[in-house]
């Protein structure tokens, strides 16, 4: 189907094409156009008072001198360093641990039920044991995001692995592979979609928890300067803070599906239109 | 016994806590060995502290998540039925989406105060939209076949949607609930941690700053075994409800 459709719109002229794809941009950015706009009217009406509800255009000019101030650069770079070291720590660990206790029955015994046990749990409420640990620095931070992200990688491993194919895995013995081939141009490939997906789950809870450490332990970060705000009752830094942490949330999780696109191309999913 | 053989890891995993504390391999301030920690909590149950607070802490948890599915299934079964809805709330749906719910935490304190009402408030933003994007998706996704053959045999619009969309939206609006259940613990910690003068959170950030670690200990557990539990007992509802799935 969706290439029937493209073959068709390469017949159309372009100018027609770029008209079409201009007024589908603009279709889907009017709701929040509109949000925007209500917003500003909203605050502008004196319904709320500035503390309560700021305008947007204050909100937007507080971004503008953070911006050019540094400090914008200085937290939004600790926040991403911190929320992606330890999502990199986790993804690496967890698929290896997924790998681990796919291949052996002894770690599967191990980890099976810390893993079913641990999934569910609200991880956060570990926070305070963790500085009491680590302390209150990167160390903990990293700590904590590692802690929460690792399990949907885990799990998203195991599944995948254990969804491969049997004739592919027996075609390839068949064939003289070692194991190692095996796992290398076989189950890692076959699984490969099961863990991105794994992947792209811990990446925004990676960020969640990035931001609530950065909240309760303080220092620099978004989730800090946004807590340090509420403290003095700066409510525009308190908006401007959201406004940030909710842009660099969604630059995320649009760099992780264009990724997926990128990683998974032979993949039979790319020729499905995607959702989200 | 097979349960038994199957759950080992962790009671060796509490075994080798208390023998590390016991043996001082760690300061038994960092970790207080696990008998301690069991004692602590009996006497906060016991002095209802921990009762009074998980039973606050709850509430909010419950509200919270109850508003965010009734209104997240409605809002995806209305986006998956009718295309203004979609075309209005898609867009926001899909940035809002990947916010960090948590970031909303100091607003809702800002217009809610310290009690309840900014919990509740913050559990239902957060937990919303893994429900509006599973009843979308599973609406979507319903069988066209048997919404024509609904049609054929002159089903009215609204009886279509019930009938036909509600039950075929439910397996991934069940799905989404789950995430929501989980999200709801953790939105509730962490906002109760960071203001809040009564709830779990609060009690494991008052001990915290107190040094009582045992008993911080003990909360902290508590609220792990709550979220674990609340799990299986969600997933045990959700085959219940799905059983007529073959």
Same mark, same amino acid.
């Given at each position: ?208 928890? !990035?931001?609530?450490? &950065?909240?309760?332990?303080? %220092? +620099?970060? *978004?989730?800090? #300067? /946004?807590?340090?705000?509420? =403290? ?7 908006? !401007?803070?959201?406004? &940030?942490?909710?842009?660099? %949330? +969604?630059? *995320?999780?649009? #760099? /992780?599906?264009?990724?997926? =696109? ?7 999913? !790319? ?6 | ?246």
């Amino acid at each position: 189907m969706a290439r029937v459709a493209s073959t068709n719109a390469k017949t159309r002229p372009h100018v027609l094409q770029a008209l079409h794809a201009l007024g589908g941009a603009l279709a889907h950015a009017l709701p929040i156009i509109a949000l925007a706009l209500s917003w500003e009217a909203l605050a502008a009406s004196g319904a709320f008072t500035p503390f309560q509800l700021p305008r947007l255009s204050a909100v937007l000019a507080r971004i503008w001198t953070d911006a050019i101030a540094g400090d914008l650069a200085l937290n939004s770079a600790l926040t991403l360093y911190r929320a992606l070291t330890g999502f990199a720590i986790a993804a690496m660990s967890g698929v290896v641990l997924g790998m681990a206790m796919s291949r052996n029955t002894a770690m599967r015994w191990l980890f099976d039920p810390l893993v079913s046990v641990g999934f569910p749990m609200p991880k956060i409420a570990f926070l305070p044991v963790i500085m009491l640990w680590l302390g209150v620095y990167d160390l903990s931070k990293i700590a904590m995001v590692v802690l929460d992200a690792i399990f949907p990688v885990v799990t998203a491993t195991v599944a995948g692995i254990a969804s491969v194919d049997r004739h592919l895995l027996w075609s390839a013995r068949n064939l003289g592979a070692s194991e190692r081939e095996v796992l290398r141009e076989i189950v890692l490939p076959a699984a490969s979609a099961q863990i991105m997906t794994g992947l792209q789950v811990a990446l925004p809870i990676a960020l969640i928890v !990035a931001v609530v450490a &950065e909240m309760l332990m303080g %220092g +620099y970060g *978004l989730g800090g #300067a /946004m807590v340090h705000a509420s =403290r003095f009752a700066d409510s525009h830094g308190v908006f !401007a803070g959201i406004l &940030e942490i909710a842009i660099v %949330g +969604y630059a *995320l999780v649009k #760099a /992780m599906t264009f990724l997926r =696109r990128r990683l998974l191309i032979w993949h039979q999913e !790319a020729l499905r239109p995607s959702t989200v | 016994m097979n349960t038994l053989f199957h759950y080992l890891p962790l009671l060796l995993l509490a075994a080798g806590w208390e023998l590390v504390a016991r043996l001082g391999l760690v300061s038994q301030l960092a970790l207080p060995p696990l008998s301690h920690v069991l004692l602590a909590w009996v006497d906060m149950v016991r002095s209802g502290e921990l009762v009074s607070n998980g039973a606050s802490s709850l509430w909010r948890a419950a509200a919270g998540l109850l508003l965010a599915i009734a209104v997240g299934a409605a809002l995806g079964i209305a986006m998956a039925w009718w295309r203004p809805v979609y075309a209005a709330l898609g867009p926001l749906v899909e940035v809002f989406y990947p916010m960090p719910k948590s970031a909303l935490i100091p607003v809702t304190v800002l217009w809610l105060g310290f009690g309840d009402g900014s919990k509740i408030l913050l559990i239902f933003l957060g937990c919303m939209l893994p429900v509006t994007i599973g009843a979308f998706n599973g609406a979507r996704g319903s069988d066209q076949a048997l919404v024509w053959s609904a049609r054929s045999m002159g089903a009215s619009r609204l009886r279509m949607l019930w009938d036909v969309v509600v039950p075929s939206a439910l397996p991934e609006m069940l799905n989404g609930i789950r995430t929501a259940l989980a999200l709801a613990f953790i939105l509730l910690v962490s906002s109760e941690l960071i203001v809040a003068r009564e709830g779990l959170g609060y009690l494991i950030g008052y001990l915290g700053a107190n040094g009582t670690y045992d008993a911080m200990y003990a909360v902290v557990l508590t609220v792990a075994f709550l979220g674990f539990a609340a799990d299986g007992a969600y997933q045990a509802l959700m085959r219940r409800l799905l059983l007529w799935r073959e």
